[in-house]
């Protein structure tokens, strides 16, 4: 069975270990890096559906048609002319131009895909040529060869996280951390409609999506139109990428979010969710001021008196969300912490924004969650479509003190910790059956484990007796050799054969302790195992049903059971 977290570590460790030992930098490695990740994943996929093509085409006078690009239409992959295939590359002659070779197969790709035309990286011509010939093989290996499912999106996830903790691509800007995305996406719940990320970076709102659908057995690519716009061109040649790698589509457009205004979905969206950047200044007054997506009084929060430029767009972002969201449209996005309390003209804004009782829920988040600030973020929450019973409510989480902690300078959420916080959200929302399917998850797997106790505590029956028969086989060999010391000398009035008989006696009375604690562990383990027995076959035997754990959104009663919050969370 693949262990893709083992998988993962041995790519990055022998990448990295090859850049390393190159002229580049991380800046300059990080895309074509994850361009060969694309190109063999696009060659898998090919390969797969070309086998499932071929075996369909008819067949006349017992030859068949050549396949075409248009055979390829809606089965999730790219048509790739033999060029841009990873194979031909591998096993290009020894005096080729591999850098050359590639680049071409880029350009190959890109003439084929139009959501890829001019996204893919063709800069290979700058490494080594021994270096790309290492790369190219990394890529290559068995277990990628045949990895099947969404291996290879986990694979470039992974990546992108290490070059952004690395400090490629721009200061990591690009990429959200995996726990953030993914209580944003718990929350939400983005299962239908158009889905709009306008600070999208490398679009891990839309993949994370996908993941949150494909749990569900659902297709994304059936039910969500993806947008996201992206001031960085890099940014926005890595959100198609993802999208591209992961078998999604969307519409991916560069632009300058505070300008560069997408009409036609405003009021539109069914879900919108972003990561902004934060606390901008420079933004201009006077090409903002009659914005349509400004909807309060106040609409810019402040303008700085030294550089007459917006003091500070974080409520521009916020109201931006607000209005692309249509009447039944939820928003989850990240926010500076200084947003929630921000006086003057934010706190306007802000009072504006509460009175539309659209505001759902606001999580703190403690510090150390992104790869390159240490600040800490709140995760804010809008739900237009929220119940009458609710929408004088707004729930609060305060999660600074729940994290778990991967390194000296990163922190995220464990699984189960996700869970709990998502389950907070479940009972505001009066789904009290969503909860207790988790907690009877948890049981479940609780008894799961308990189960194999029993073989655990068997094993250590065979050692322990061998243990006790050496140790009782060295006992008796030690009288045997007590003659050969009476020939010593004294040693403070006692021969050598007097000190090691009481070395012995010392040592038989700590064997007969020890045996003595291993009978009585024998029968502590047999009466554990009795009691395991009867709890799991009463458990078996009195186990409901399990619940179901992802209802629709509109799924359970509101009431007004206060939530749980506190730091008590895993």
């Not at 189960?416 to 988790?438: D, M, V």
Request: charged content about 25%.
């Amino acid at each position: 069975m693949l262990n893709i977290s083992q998988l993962e570590s041995s790519l990055w460790e022998a990448a990295d270990q090859l850049r390393a030992n190159s002229k580049l930098n991380a800046n300059e490695y990080s895309m074509p890096v994850l361009g060969l990740i694309f190109l063999r994943h696009a060659t898998n996929r090919f390969n797969a559906v070309n086998a499932e093509i071929e075996k369909g085409l008819p067949s006349r006078g017992g030859r068949k048609r050549p396949i075409t690009k248009d055979d390829f239409k809606g089965k999730s992959a790219i048509f790739l002319p033999i060029e841009a295939q990873y194979d031909r590359i591998l096993n290009l002659a020894e005096n080729a131009d591999i850098g050359k070779a590639i680049n071409a197969a880029m350009k190959a790709i890109e003439d084929e895909t139009q959501m890829l035309q001019g996204v893919l990286p063709k800069e290979y011509t700058s490494f080594e040529q021994d270096l790309l010939y290492n790369l190219v093989r990394i890529f290559d290996r068995e277990e990628l060869r045949t990895a099947t499912g969404d291996v290879f999106g986990r694979i470039y996830e992974y990546f992108l996280n290490k070059f952004a903790m690395s400090g490629a691509q721009e200061g990591g800007e690009f990429f959200t951390p995996p726990s953030l995305v993914r209580t944003i996406v718990n929350m939400i719940e983005p299962d239908r409609g158009n889905v709009l990320d306008p600070a999208c970076g490398s679009a891990g709102m839309f993949v994370q999506t996908g993941h949150f659908l494909e749990n569900r057995g659902e297709d994304a690519a059936a039910k969500i139109t993806f947008y996201g716009q992206e001031k960085s061109d890099t940014n926005t040649r890595l959100a198609r990428m993802n999208l591209a790698v992961h078998a999604l589509e969307g519409i991916i457009r560069q632009g300058n979010t505070f300008y560069d205004r997408w009409e036609e979905l405003l009021g539109e969206c069914d879900f919108v969710m972003s990561n902004p950047p934060f606390n901008v200044d420079g933004v201009s007054p006077e090409k903002v001021k009659t914005d349509p997506r400004l909807f309060t009084e106040k609409k810019i929060p402040g303008i700085a008196a030294k550089t007459k430029a917006v003091s500070n767009a974080n409520y521009l972002w916020i109201q931006y969300f607000y209005s692309y969201l249509n009447q039944r449209g939820r928003a989850g996005f990240v926010m500076a912490s200084s947003a929630s309390d921000a006086g003057h003209g934010e706190k306007e804004i802000r009072e504006e924004l509460i009175a539309t009782q659209a505001v759902d829920m606001i999580i703190s988040i403690g510090t150390n969650f992104f790869y390159t600030k240490s600040l800490p973020c709140t995760l804010w929450f809008f739900d237009k479509g929220k119940p009458a019973e609710r929408q004088d409510k707004v729930l609060m989480i305060d999660a600074r003190n729940v994290y778990r902690v991967v390194t000296r300078k990163i922190r995220d959420f464990s699984e189960e910790q996700l869970q709990n916080i998502t389950a907070i959200a479940w009972l505001y929302r009066g789904q009290q059956e969503r909860y207790l399917g988790l907690v009877q998850d948890y049981l479940n797997k609780t008894h799961q484990e308990a189960a194999t106790i029993e073989g655990a505590l068997t094993q250590l029956e065979s050692p322990l007796a061998k243990l006790t028969q050496l140790l009782q086989n060295f006992s008796d060999r030690l009288g045997a050799s007590l003659p050969l010391l009476k020939e010593l000398p004294e040693v403070e009035g006692l021969v050598a054969e007097d000190i090691a008989n009481q070395n012995i006696e010392t040592f038989r009375a700590s064997l007969s302790e020890l045996e003595a604690g291993i009978k009585e562990f024998a029968e502590a383990r047999q009466d554990l195992i009795g009691e395991l027995q009867v709890h799991l076959a009463w458990f078996a035997e009195n186990n409901l049903t399990p619940l179901p754990p992802f209802p629709t959104r509109e799924g359970g009663k509101d009431n007004n059971s206060p939530p749980l919050v506190g730091e008590g969370l895993g």
